[in-house]
């Protein structure tokens, strides 16, 4: 089964992935009905947080410094998966 796909000869891709303008970007956002998942999807985009860590962020808003409109992120809120295999690993080289 082929692929109707088309790529665009003027659009700008790396590795294979379409890189959106910022007009397209705009018109993107915009197509976003509910204005809850627009809010939700900006915050994701712009703070470059994986979902897991913007869960932890909603549950702690202490994580977010008004002042200097930051998201500080403690050590244990950082954690992932690979990190904790890593350092299991790690521990077991030594034993």
Do not use: N
């Not at 379409?18 to 009905?33: C, N, Q, T």
């Amino acid at each position: 089964m082929k692929s109707e796909l088309t790529l665009d000869p003027k659009a700008v891709y790396v590795e294979g992935s379409r890189i959106l303008g910022p007009f397209e970007m705009d018109k993107f956002i915009s197509a976003i009905p509910k204005l809850t998942h627009r809010t939700i999807f900006k915050f994701f985009l712009w703070s470059g947080v994986r979902y897991i860590e913007g869960q932890r962020i909603h549950d702690h808003p202490e994580y977010y410094i008004q002042e200097r409109q930051t998201i500080h992120l403690p050590k244990e809120a950082q954690k992932r998966l690979s990190r904790k295999l890593r350092s299991g690993i790690s521990r077991l080289k030594g034993f």
